[in-house]
């Protein structure tokens, strides 16, 4: 699944521009604290988290993410999504919570082989 | 007489990081008046207090200072919504109300003390003037950039508290520093001499460094503190200490 296939079949909405939305999503990731994340989202991940400061975009361009979204209908900060669209990093936001929609990504077999 | 003696420096031993009882966390024993005895003892020069989103018991711990002929500066321990904990310090008291009426805009909540604890304010007779009913111990909807923007719109410093802590420190909370947050300085805890300080988290890089004692209790007060070569206690001195300006500065 790509991140344009996610955006759609999940219902997110998008809170940068086009770019990216290309990418495939290898794996999923949740968490709120930026220094786990640094060191243990593995690449290609799609992130799902809380933290709508512009230090994600960072993060996700370090771990070379697939896409951020934010969960709980939280909406980024503005400079988060004006470096998200200068580093081509997609920020979409879910009305689910991370728990809800973590579920329904594996059981559409993002990062589950199984579920394939 | 040495350079600095002539230009009016001198040394100055400050904690800019204190709570009182009005912390939910903070015990009752942290009353204004009790607090400030036990800093004089410690030899303390200049503190400031710092409750978690609130300043009112700066007021009573200010004239509790000026009895015993130390300097307090009002502040705040205010908690961003990335939940990192950010000093907000001012000269005067009205600043201080200023920042704490901004907080309290973007603070959801109650507090319920079994859970939390109780949250005292008292003025510099130990007596209890009343409880706050606020959610002091949560996050405000504010974020890192605003609280930071708001402290200085107010003529204040904002410090980054206690950045090698894993709970609530900037480090860990948002895995760096942002590069153009325009924090005065970040605070150490503690657990790391002053010295060591940049070396361990080399993520301070060029900013200016302090360490203070987050006391909760009174055994905590003098844990740590730091020394400021500068012209007086004030807040407009430490501001300039923090910069490095005309011979001031933080030296241990």
Redesign the interface.
């Given at each position: 699944m790509n991140v344009r296939e996610m955006r759609e079949r999940f219902g997110l909405q998008a809170a940068t521009g086009d770019k990216g939305l290309e990418r495939e999503i290898r794996g999923g990731y949740c968490g709120d604290l930026l220094s786990e994340i640094m060191a243990n989202a593995p690449q290609g991940c799609v992130w799902l988290t809380v933290q709508g400061h512009q230090n994600i975009v960072a993060v996700a361009v370090l771990r070379e993410m697939a896409a951020v979204v934010l969960t709980g209908g939280r909406a980024p900060d503005e400079e988060t999504v004006r470096k998200a669209d200068q580093e081509g990093i997609p920020i979409l936001i879910a009305a689910h919570s991370a728990y809800e929609l973590a579920g329904r990504l594996h059981a559409a077999g993002v990062g589950n082989p199984d579920a394939a | 007489m040495t350079v600095a003696e002539h230009s009016g420096l001198r040394t100055f031993k400050a904690d800019l990081h204190l709570h009182t009882c009005l912390s939910p966390c903070g015990d009752w024993e942290m009353s204004p008046r009790d607090l400030i005895l036990r800093c004089r003892e410690a030899g303390l020069e200049l503190i400031a207090v710092c409750d978690h989103n609130s300043a009112e018991n700066a007021a009573a711990a200010m004239r509790a200072g000026q009895r015993t002929g130390l300097a307090v500066l009002p502040g705040m321990e205010v908690c961003t919504?990335?939940e990192v904990h950010i000093l907000a310090l001012f000269e005067e008291l009205d600043q201080a109300l200023a920042m704490q009426a901004f907080v309290y805009a973007g603070l959801p909540g109650e507090n319920q003390p079994e859970v939390f604890g109780y949250q005292v304010v008292a003025n510099e007779d130990n007596e209890v003037v009343s409880e706050n009913p606020r959610l002091l111990i949560g996050a405000t909807q504010h974020?890192?950039?605003q609280v930071v923007h708001r402290t200085h719109a107010l003529g204040g410093l904002s410090i980054s508290a206690h950045v090698d802590r894993p709970a609530n420190g900037i480090?860990?909370?948002?895995?760096?520093i942002?590069p153009d947050l325009a924090l005065d300085g970040v605070e150490v805890s503690y657990r790391v001499p002053l010295a060591q300080a940049r070396q361990r988290f080399p993520m301070i890089g060029a900013r200016a460094c302090i360490t203070s004692s987050d006391a909760h209790f009174l055994k905590e007060i003098g844990r740590a503190a730091t020394t400021f070569r500068m012209a007086a206690a004030s807040l407009r001195e430490v501001g300039r200490a923090l910069r490095a300006e005309q011979g001031r500065g933080v030296l241990s």
């Amino acid at each position: 699944m790509n991140v344009r296939e996610m955006r759609e079949r999940f219902g997110l909405q998008a809170a940068t521009g086009d770019k990216g939305l290309e990418r495939e999503i290898r794996g999923g990731y949740c968490g709120d604290l930026l220094s786990e994340i640094m060191a243990n989202a593995p690449q290609g991940c799609v992130w799902l988290t809380v933290q709508g400061h512009q230090n994600i975009v960072a993060v996700a361009v370090l771990r070379e993410m697939a896409a951020v979204v934010l969960t709980g209908g939280r909406a980024p900060d503005e400079e988060t999504v004006r470096k998200a669209d200068q580093e081509g990093i997609p920020i979409l936001i879910a009305a689910h919570s991370a728990y809800e929609l973590a579920g329904r990504l594996h059981a559409a077999g993002v990062g589950n082989p199984d579920a394939a | 007489m040495t350079v600095a003696e002539h230009s009016g420096l001198r040394t100055f031993k400050a904690d800019l990081h204190l709570h009182t009882c009005l912390s939910p966390c903070g015990d009752w024993e942290m009353s204004p008046r009790d607090l400030i005895l036990r800093c004089r003892e410690a030899g303390l020069e200049l503190i400031a207090v710092c409750d978690h989103n609130s300043a009112e018991n700066a007021a009573a711990a200010m004239r509790a200072g000026q009895r015993t002929g130390l300097a307090v500066l009002p502040g705040m321990e205010v908690c961003t919504r990335e939940e990192v904990h950010i000093l907000a310090l001012f000269e005067e008291l009205d600043q201080a109300l200023a920042m704490q009426a901004f907080v309290y805009a973007g603070l959801p909540g109650e507090n319920q003390p079994e859970v939390f604890g109780y949250q005292v304010v008292a003025n510099e007779d130990n007596e209890v003037v009343s409880e706050n009913p606020r959610l002091l111990i949560g996050a405000t909807q504010h974020s890192l950039e605003q609280v930071v923007h708001r402290t200085h719109a107010l003529g204040g410093l904002s410090i980054s508290a206690h950045v090698d802590r894993p709970a609530n420190g900037i480090i860990n909370q948002l895995g760096f520093i942002p590069p153009d947050l325009a924090l005065d300085g970040v605070e150490v805890s503690y657990r790391v001499p002053l010295a060591q300080a940049r070396q361990r988290f080399p993520m301070i890089g060029a900013r200016a460094c302090i360490t203070s004692s987050d006391a909760h209790f009174l055994k905590e007060i003098g844990r740590a503190a730091t020394t400021f070569r500068m012209a007086a206690a004030s807040l407009r001195e430490v501001g300039r200490a923090l910069r490095a300006e005309q011979g001031r500065g933080v030296l241990s």
